[in-house]
């Protein structure tokens, strides 16, 4: 064996060594991260949260809108909309709303999107727009940090969730991605403003998609119970 081989070895076992450096540190930082959530009890709070909220979307909302579609003519209001107004300029206004302090309910653009043929495709896009609209609020509250006249105003305005971010955390960002009475955006700002990082919000935040997507599929039992299975396509 020449030397070049030796170097090769070498240098290879070198990199291996690095590369299992790095998982073991990851795997440190992990399971450090499951005890102290653990300690904090924080999975509780995601398991208690997550039912109370399920249980009253399932009481409140979904009653709404089954006597809303008895009362309501969707059909009309959706042909309206799809006269005077382009899909793209539907999609600009949800954008702006879930950027700047979630103006409009999400379920209104969730039940928009059952008008199409493949409303799964629709639901995806509203999910990475809102996801992206969520970073964007996120930045903003970043940005309100650093300027201590208006980060009191805005802190005083947005402190209860500002309370809750600082004390979950990552759960409470998930909680408020999958389920509304909280509104998202304000959410985000409030992880700005306690300059959260960044890279977990953006981790924690795609649980927006999964939100549309399983809640959009609901709205699509619920309007077009014949076509539910066909919105996955």
């Known amino acids: 064996m020449c030397k070049s081989d030796f170097l090769y070895l070498y240098i290879q076992k070198k990199d291996m060594g690095s590369i299992n450096s790095v998982f073991k540190g ?17 999975y509780g709070y995601m398991w208690w949260t997550s039912l109370k909220i399920a249980a009253l979307y399932f009481i409140i909302v979904i009653p709404i809108v089954l006597i809303g579609k008895s009362l309501i003519d969707f059909n009309g209001i959706f ?9 793209t300029y539907v999609l600009g206004i949800f954008f702006i709303s879930e950027s700047f302090l979630g103006m409009i309910p999400p379920d209104i653009f969730m039940i928009w999107a059952t008008k199409f043929s493949s409303p799964f495709l629709i639901l995806t896009i ?24 208006i980060k009191t105003y805005t802190e005083n305005r947005l402190e209860k969730y500002i309370l809750l971010t600082r004390k979950w955390g990552g759960a409470f960002i998930i909680i408020a991605a999958l389920f509304p009475f909280s509104p998202f955006s304000m959410v985000a700002i409030a992880a700005g403003l306690l300059k959260y990082p960044f890279k977990l919000y953006f981790l924690f935040g795609i649980s927006r998609i999964v939100r549309f997507l399983f809640q959009g599929f609901i709205y699509s039992g619920i309007f077009h119970p ?4 066909n919105s996955l396509f």
């Open 26 to 42: 990851f795997r440190e930082k992990l399971i450090g991260h499951h005890q102290d959530n653990k300690s904090r009890g924080v």
């Open 79 to 87: 042909s309206y909309v799809t006269e005077n107004l382009p899909d």
């Open 126 to 149: 509203l999910g990475i727009l809102s996801y992206t609209g969520g970073a964007i609020s996120c930045q903003i509250g970043y940005w309100l940090s650093k300027r201590p006249k």
């Open 226 to 229: 014949d076509s539910i299975f």
